[in-house]
């Protein structure tokens, strides 16, 4: 008998003693002993006697530890069952990895629960921990796992479980955690990890702050609750990569309906923009005849003629519309324009002392211009018209003043902008940007500030075609124009024009002529409009031409042959059924190289004649013309001023 339990007997004053064994099955599971004080000699009927009080004893004790065994798997399945059920229901990875960090903690007896999972954005791969409740070590968010270093690491490393009963002292591990482990006051520690597809994804530890060894059974369990993980990392996974796909899908739903409405409205603009086009060609017509007509009228009355002022006030009237046409015009992107390599720099601080006057003294005007901008092939007077309309739109917009910035850079756009704007495309651009701090636009104004005559302004204050000329100036110059806005705070227009080298030779363009001469020379006069034709006719004949007519390019043709020696002028209208103006000058240019050439149009679809690039030179006269605008254009072409 052990020496400390014969003293233990001694104190409690016991002489004699009886012993039997537990037996389970066989195996001795413990003994059941009686002592005497009085040192009494036991019988062998004492021994049968406490012989079979052992055997009960033994079978109870067997029966409350199959019974704790049969709660523990009870328990066990439960929350495991628990866990598993609680994925099927919640779809947050937090959530679901605190219900395993919970499990782990409760089924394996353990004093504290880890997990860590591999950190996408580290370049090595490492893991970070994202669940660690109760933490004492205050820097644990910034621990790394890395393969080979710590328990973890070495479970990493060969994607097998991994068990110590003294973690500081275990030869298996370094030191590298063993602050942590200190903090923690950590002594038995486990980790198995948490595999997805044959790859350690994670890592899942329990940690006893007892000597407490973890058994067999233990790891077990953390291995099944590690399978738990995984299939919740996997489910989080799918999840979030359908919420990216619908997210992406929703963000196309809504750039494909962007871009349809964008198109729609390009589609628009196109449309309006052939129509306002037609309607200037047509009123260009119609006005070329009244005003010329107006000044002949003009002419023929006596000086104290009382309808002198009816047919000034007509011509006055007539030149006030045709202001308007040449805004159709400038919308639809008909309108000739004289191009020359810019330096849009320039243009702005050669405009600011007119802007100055236009935007008032209520209105700062500051100009952000870069140095090192590039140059542009444009048409001054154009862009001029541009920064005036925007101006003036901007000063409407800050009744009580403000601020009006002009600014300049060169710029690259790239898809984001293609995309939200159709028909753009990717490249190097200079801008043109015009900003006020005004009263700004909400979304509908914006959407139908380009059309023609839309305007917020009183009746009386505006014809709505300031912004539609803007627009329409722009597109000609295969430039684009971007509005932002916010109301009560303010609009920006930023404008992008292709840049070109500075260097750039510029071609012999026509000329815009307002008065001329009379002559004796031979004109071939080719006009489909036949209010304009007679006119051209009696004003060249009027002063002193010989003139041959014709209604078409047919008629025109058959006129050629008859007198092309006699022939020294072609007047030609641009816009015509079957052959254009242009058309008919290279016919008979080959033939009479020296023949000269009076374009006449108020829009044309060539953007040949647009730009001044005919291959035929001439002398442009825009609709609708003055008696002394035609005189002077025939006169100057005849006089060889094109060449």
């Not at 190097?428 to 700004?440: A, I, P, Y």
């Not at 009379?518 to 007679?534: A, N, P, Q």
Request: hydrophobic letters at 40%; charged letters at 25%.
């Amino acid at each position: 008998m052990p020496e400390q339990y014969r003293r233990g007997l001694e104190l409690a004053g016991a002489r004699a003693l009886l012993g039997v064994p537990l037996r389970v099955k066989g195996e001795i599971t413990g003994s059941l002993i009686i002592a005497d004080k009085l040192g009494r000699v036991f019988t062998k009927t004492d021994i049968s006697i406490l012989e079979v009080f052992a055997d009960q004893a033994a079978l109870a004790l067997e029966n409350a530890r199959l019974y704790g065994e049969a709660e523990q798997r009870r328990r066990e399945a439960e929350v495991l069952d628990d866990v598993a059920r609680s994925f099927s229901a919640v779809l947050d990875l937090d959530t679901a990895l605190q219900r395993v960090g919970e499990g782990a903690r409760e089924l394996c007896g353990a004093d504290l629960a880890r997990i860590a999972l591999r950190d996408g954005e580290d370049a090595q791969g490492a893991m970070r921990f994202c669940y660690w409740p109760e933490a004492r070590y205050e820097g644990w968010r910034d621990l790394r796992v890395v393969p080979g270093v710590g328990a973890g690491g070495v479970v990493f490393e060969t994607g097998r479980p991994f068990r110590t009963e003294d973690y500081l002292n275990d030869p298996r591990v370094s030191s590298a955690f063993h602050e942590v482990a200190n903090a923690e006051s950590a002594r038995a520690a486990m980790v198995v990890p948490i595999c997805i597809e044959g790859r350690v994804e994670g890592l899942l530890y329990v940690d006893q702050r007892s000597a407490r060894a973890f058994t067999d059974h233990d790891e077990a369990i953390l291995k099944r609750l590690s399978d738990h993980a995984a299939i919740a990392i996997a489910n989080a996974r799918a999840f979030e990569g359908e919420k990216r796909a619908r997210a992406e899908m929703e963000s196309a739903a809504r750039a494909l309906h962007d871009r349809e409405a964008q198109l729609r409205q390009a589609q628009k603009m196109e449309a309006i923009g052939r129509l306002a086009g037609g309607v200037a060609h047509d009123f260009n017509n119609l006005l070329t005849v009244i005003s010329g007509r107006s000044t002949l009228l003009s002419e023929r009355l006596p000086a104290d003629s009382p309808y002198r002022r009816d047919v000034e006030l007509i011509h006055k009237t007539a030149d006030r519309a045709a202001g308007l046409t040449r805004q159709l015009l400038a919308f639809s992107r008909r309108q000739m324009l004289h191009r020359s390599v810019l330096d849009l720099n320039a243009v702005v601080t050669d405009t600011e002392v007119m802007l100055r006057r236009l935007i008032g003294e209520d209105v700062e005007l500051v100009t952000v211009l870069d140095p090192g901008l590039s140059r542009v092939k444009a048409d001054r007077g154009q862009i001029e018209q541009v920064l005036i309309n925007l101006a003036v739109n901007a000063r409407d917009a800050m009744p009580k003043g403000g601020r009006l910035t002009l600014s300049t850079a060169n710029v690259e756009l790239g898809e984001s902008f293609t995309r939200k704007n159709p028909g753009s495309h990717a490249g190097t651009f200079v801008q043109l940007s015009v900003r006020d701090n005004g009263q700004g636009m909400d979304a509908a104004v914006q959407a139908q500030i380009f059309e023609p005559f839309f305007t917020t302004k009183e009746p009386g204050k505006g014809t709505g075609l300031g912004l539609s000329t803007v627009y329409g100036i722009v597109k000609q110059h295969e430039g684009y124009i971007v509005v932002a806005s916010e109301q009560w705070r303010g609009t920006v227009f930023d404008m992008y024009l292709p840049p070109v080298e500075a260097g750039v030779a510029e071609p012999e363009g026509p000329l815009v002529l307002e008065r001329g001469p009379s002559g004796r020379e031979t004109i071939l006069l080719v006009e489909d409009e036949e209010g304009v034709r007679e006119l051209a006719r009696d004003v060249l004949r009027g002063a002193g031409y010989r003139v041959f007519e014709a209604a078409d390019p047919a008629e025109a043709m058959r006129l050629w042959s008859l007198y092309t020696d006699e022939i020294q002028l072609l007047l030609t209208d641009m816009v015509m059924p079957r052959m254009t103006g242009r058309e008919i000058a290279e016919t008979f240019a080959p033939v009479r190289p020296d023949l000269r050439v009076v374009y006449m149009s108020g829009y044309t679809d060539d953007p040949m004649v647009r730009a001044g690039e005919t291959a035929v030179p001439g002398v442009f006269l825009k609709k609708p013309f003055s008696v002394d605008g035609l005189l002077q254009a025939a006169r100057t072409a005849l006089d060889g001023a094109i060449s």
